[in-house]
C-alpha cells in the first residue's frame, strides 16, 4: 500500500515518453528544470547527515567509462548512507539513503569472483570498513525501529534481508516497481551484480513500489533515472545549499562535466565525442537512457555555492583518492551532504 502523504510528481512524464532518444533528452532537459523550480518553492529537508560505510576497488573502465587514459585497473570508491528527517503529514520522519549491508553485499558474484584470488590480508588492506549501519545509528543515538524509510537509487549487491528484518525492523523500502520486478527473474546479464535472495522473508507489505517519480515529504524526492538499471532512480533532496541528487550513475563530480576533469582522459574524450557526461558503466542495460539520465540529474541539481564551477550531484559511492592509485583521484570531491540539525 502506498503511504497517503507521498504525492506524484508529473513534471517528467510527458517528456519520457518522447521518442526518439535526442528529442527525448532535450524533453528531459527542459523538464528537469521545471521540476528544479518546483522543489526551490517548496519546505527543505529538517536534517542531513553522511556516514561512511566501505571503501573497496572497482574497476577503472566501469567507473569512467572507458574514458580514463590511466593504465590502472581499479580505482576506490567509498559507499555512503545519508540519514534524511524531514517533515510529512504533519510528522517529522526519518528515511535511510543506501543503507548498505557491506558484509552480506560482499556474496554479490562480481566482488566475490573479485576477491576470491586475494589472501584474505590483502582483501583487508585493500578494503577499508568504515563502519556498518547499526553500528552508524548507535553512533546518532538512534534506535532501528525508529526508521521509517529506507532507499536505494538501485539494488545492484544489495542483500535487504538483515537490514528490514533485523535492524529497522519497521521501515519500508521505498523502490521502483521496475527495479523490484528483476528479482521475478534475473536475466544473465545481471546476475553478476544482483543477489537473488536479496528481497527473501521480507513482507510484502514492508516493500512500497512506485511506478511514477514521487515527492515523499518536504524536502525528499524520489525521480526515476533509468538506464544503469532499468528501475533506477535518484535520490533528490532540497536543502538550504540547494538542489542535490544522489545515485550512482556517475562515481564523480568528473563524470558529470568531464570538460573540467583533471583526470587524464575525461576532457579528452567530451572534446573529441561532444558527450556531456561518462557513464558508470558496469551495466549498460539502458545506456541512451542512463545517459539521459545524468543530463537529467545535471539540470535538477544546483551547483555548488563555493564557485568552484561543479554540480550537488552525490554519487552513492563516490571515487576516492589512494596514494597507490596515483592519477585516480577525483578533481572535486563532496564527501558528504550536511544540512540542520543532529537528526537525533
Not at 17 to 35: F, I, K, N, T, Y
Not at 76 to 83: D, E, G, P
Not at 105 to 116: N, Q, S
Not at 310 to 319: A, V
Amino acid at each position: 500500500m502506498t503511504p497517503d502523504h507521498l504525492r506524484p510528481l508529473d513534471a517528467l512524464d510527458a517528456a519520457w515518453q518522447v521518442s526518439p532518444a535526442g528529442l527525448r533528452l532535450e524533453a528531459v532537459r527542459d523538464g528537469a528544470r521545471a521540476l528544479r523550480d518546483r522543489l526551490h518553492a517548496g519546505d527543505p529537508v529538517k536534517s542531513v547527515r553522511t556516514y561512511d560505510l566501505i571503501t573497496l576497488p572497482y574497476p577503472t573502465r566501469y567507473g569512467l567509462g572507458d574514458a580514463s587514459r590511466s593504465p590502472l585497473p581499479y580505482l576506490m570508491i567509498t559507499n555512503r548512507m545519508q540519514l534524511v528527517t524531514f517533515v510529512a503529514g504533519g510528522q517529522t520522519m526519518r528515511l535511510l539513503v543506501n543503507p548498505s549491508d557491506h558484509e552480506r553485499d560482499a556474496e554479490t558474484p562480481f566482488f566475490k569472483r573479485l576477491a576470491a584470488p586475494m589472501p584474505a590480508w590483502v582483501n583487508k588492506l585493500v578494503a577499508k570498513r568504515h563502519s556498518d549501519v547499526p553500528s552508524r545509528l548507535d553512533q546518532i543515538g538512534l534506535r532501528g525501529d525508529q526508521i521509517d524509510y529506507l532507499t536505494f537509487d538501485h539494488l545492484h549487491t544489495q542483500d535487504l534481508r538483515r537490514l528490514m528484518l533485523d535492524w529497522c525492523p519497521r521501515a519500508k523500502l521505498l523502490i521502483m516497481k521496475e527495479e523490484l520486478a528483476i528479482f521475478e527473474r534475473l536475466h544473465p546479464l545481471q546476475t553478476d551484480w544482483y543477489l537473488p535472495n536479496a528481497l527473501a522473508g521480507i513482507p510484502t507489505d514492508r516493500i512500497v513500489a512506485l511506478d511514477r517519480d514521487v515527492l515523499v515529504g518536504d524536502g525528499v524526492a524520489l525521480i526515476r533515472t533509468p538506464g544503469h538499471t532499468i528501475g533506477n532512480h535518484s535520490i533528490v533532496l532540497h536543502t538550504d545549499r540547494g538542489v542535490w541528487a544522489i545515485s550512482e550513475n556517475g562515481i564523480a563530480c568528473d563524470n558529470y562535466l568531464p570538460e573540467k576533469s583533471d583526470l587524464g582522459g575525461l576532457a579528452k574524450t567530451a572534446r573529441a565525442t561532444g558527450v556531456e557526461v561518462i557513464l558508470n558503466a558496469n551495466t549498460r542495460e539502458l545506456a541512451l537512457d542512463q545517459y539521459t539520465s545524468m543530463v537529467l540529474e545535471k539540470n535538477l541539481v544546483d551547483p555548488c555555492p563555493d564557485g568552484s564551477g561543479f554540480l550537488q550531484h552525490f554519487p552513492s559511492s563516490e571515487l576516492t583518492a589512494h596514494p597507490l592509485l596515483p592519477g585516480l583521484h577525483p578533481t572535486y570531491s563532496h564527501g558528504a551532504i550536511t544540512q540542520g540539525p543532529e537528526p537525533v
